[in-house]
């Protein structure tokens, strides 16, 4: 049973008008009470003695900062704001005494976040950034730092002593570890900058997605700041750790590809077992469908987990605090497959109605909440009341005045209050100050140790056992650096299974042909530099600004019951893909990057649709898996009976991967190319290979014209092998190919030949169904060349202009005033413009996927215009090329400077 239960929705709605009114008298009367010493009786407490902790003179903390002109964005958590301070008060009461504690290592203009205090109540660390200096670029000033407050011996500490060390990144929203040691967010991503230096480029901290900062990835270290581990991978940011009673990490992440959410995630103190925890389609859970989003996470003395609920973009610095069952539900009306309910899963730990889309929300906004462990339902809370400006008078947010329409909400003015729930009391603490408000509160008060977890506790967690203990060694191997994805059913969709597919699974009643499916992509992000390291020229990315550039890190087949085992590299971002023969990507693109730690295998049970709110993403949440495997030493139905179940669920691929090939699991490596060869035929012909290869792509036996995509890491596999296609590279050289096999004139053929605007000779024409392809950049689209242009934008026809030549289509528009009238001459005759004709020709291709080009690839079918003219590899790259995004660029130090 929670002891922080709430009152009904309805109730609350009874009692708005009388608590607004009570809340604003309180208010009124905060100057008169700190003076007053009315503090003799704490709420939820008899009258002070010794055993509470509030009347035995235990510490309370603060943090007060700024609020910002500016909006306060939770995508901004770098920011420097300034006018900030840590104070200690001696207990939490309006007259106790005060110290200034960052006011010791700082003065002048400083900022100051972050609060969490150790079990033991001894301990407190913080976030601190010294003051910024004048005329520096941001690169060159002070970082956030992580410090540490003493309790017992007054003594203030930066947990990273080196100077040059603790510049290295800025280091936020640190947390105790049950062990001793210190989880935080950091943009030194110590990790990261070693996987860059493996791929040849400069060290430095990956940009988030839109561009704007550093991102922050949690990282831990041991109390004095040594033996920095980075262990998350996110490309956007990761922050805000809290550490829960069973002793995993539950952290808010910001989604910005596709989505630009922030939700909860979950993760062991190593980093594995990294996973969504809840939210991804809580979004528009907010007052009136609003946005919302989930940070400041921390553990009622139950063990329930609550979060500061809030739009992405605030001028009021706060929200609502909320309790969240997520043992119980993924969303705030998606139970998990394995509990009934119907939500909501999200419940106020306020008393008031906070409408968080509301800038005059009647129940005010909250900014911090910190509860008391001390078996009463207690807690401090910053709390900016509502309060409405009318008439030059600043008033209660009674009905009448929240339905004035001259109604506007007066600068946020947060004060500190204990507050009891089950008593119903409500005590002020601190008076605050207009433009102000109180980021964070705590009292060094004991609290539950979490359960310790040490690094590799139940390192492959669900799948312990499913791979050798020979296989585990390499993976940890500092060379290699591997991790293991283990895909169950790629039929399986949402739990829902198409009904082909107890016949696809079955090899001897379908053949490989028959199969949709054939592929898993294995696709990394391509890790983004800061601008004073690299800045690459407009149009560098393509179409599509949210398709960031990426690479392919490899192929695996997938078996005929769906399932596919696959080594791939850790500690870096993933995402994958499954793609028919061709190479071309069945399901939506993947929205969430996942990230392994050497070692690790991660079991999936299937497959899931953009839109779909089912569980996902998280393995307790999920159904079973409608692929159960065999019994260990069973063998497959109408498959070789050489080939058993090694354990008992086994699916087809970790039967494969422990039987095959030249030793046990080498099945299990990626390919840069698309490669089947049958292994399940049972005493029957074996079903036809297939064999996509970047080595035989071109028509000719020229190989000399074209550079494969795939660099030196490929082949033979390993977990640096990147696949990075550049449209001006490895795309524009398809269509000036000359193709032995299409000659016609006694001169080879060439794309160009017919979609250029001149001909052979240098004479202008009309280039073939209005597309051209020539390699020519004009200037006007950055680095983009006309081919690329006319392949991904809608474009106006082209016309003969009349005296040999050829133009874009024109056409006379009349002018019209400010008022939209014509405008005329001194004849009375309209004046006109000539203007270019509307854009009557569609793209050729999608940057959302080759399945979204048809007007592409529907021209290469047997017996379409040109069937025959690529070979099926060259249709390959394009169509990977295709789904990654169609960028023009996908290695930033490749593209050219702007």
Known sequence: MKIYSLSAGKAKQARLKTKAVLAFVLSLMLATLYGC????????????GESDPLAAGTPMFYVQRLISEETDQLNDPLRFVGSARLMMKERAS???KETNLSGRVYSGNYDVRDLDVSSDGQFVLFSMRAPQLENADEEEQPTWNIWEYDVENDALRRVIPDDITAERGHDITPRYLPTGDIVFASTRQQKTRAVLLDEGKPAFANREESGRQAALSLHVMEEDGSSIRQITFNMSHDFYPVVTLDGRIVYSRWDRYARNAVSLYRTNADGTGNELLYGLHSHDSGHNDSDLHFVKADILPDGSLYVLARPMNSTSNGGDFITIDVDSYIDNYTPTATTNGNGPAQTSITDHVVETDNPLSPGGYYSAYFALWDDTSRALTSWNQCRVHLDSKTLPCLADNLDDP??????????????DYDNKTQVPVLKGEPGFYFSDLAMATPKEVPQPYYDDDSLTGVTDGKISAATYIELKDAQNEEAVIHIRNVYETDGWVHASYPNWSNPSVSNAEDRPARFLRVIKGAYEPPRNVKQPANGSFGLSNTQRMKEIIGYAPIEPDGSVKVRVPANVPLMISVTDKDGKRLNGRHQNWISLRPGEVLECKGCHSRNSTAPHGRYD?????????????????????????PFDYATMAEAKAATTMDRPEDSMILNPDLIYVDTWRAGSTPDASLMLQYSDMLSSADTSFYTAPANTNCNPWNARCRITIHYQEHIQPLWEYPRDNLASDGNPATCIRCHNRTTGSGNPRIPSANLELTGEVDGTNGVRNRAYIDLFFADVEMVADGSGGVTDCTQEEPRLDENG??????MNNPITDTVLCPPTLAPVMS????????????KFEAGASHDGYMTPGELRLIAEWLDIGGQYYNNHFDAPDN
């Open 821 to 826: 009238d014509p405008v005329l001459d001194n």
């Open 37 to 48: 010493g009315s503090d003799e009786r704490l709420p939820g407490s008899e009258t002070a």
């Open 94 to 96: 309006q007259n106790a």
């Open 847 to 858: 940057s959302a996927g080759a399945m979204s080009s048809p007007g592409f690839f529907d």
């Open 406 to 419: 001259a109604a506007t909400a007066p600068a946020p003015m947060y004060n500190v209050w204990m507050v």
């Open 621 to 645: 949440a999920q159904a079973d898996s409608t692929n159960q495997g065999l019994p260990a030493g069973s063998s497959y139905p109408g498959a070789d009976p050489a080939i058993t179940a």
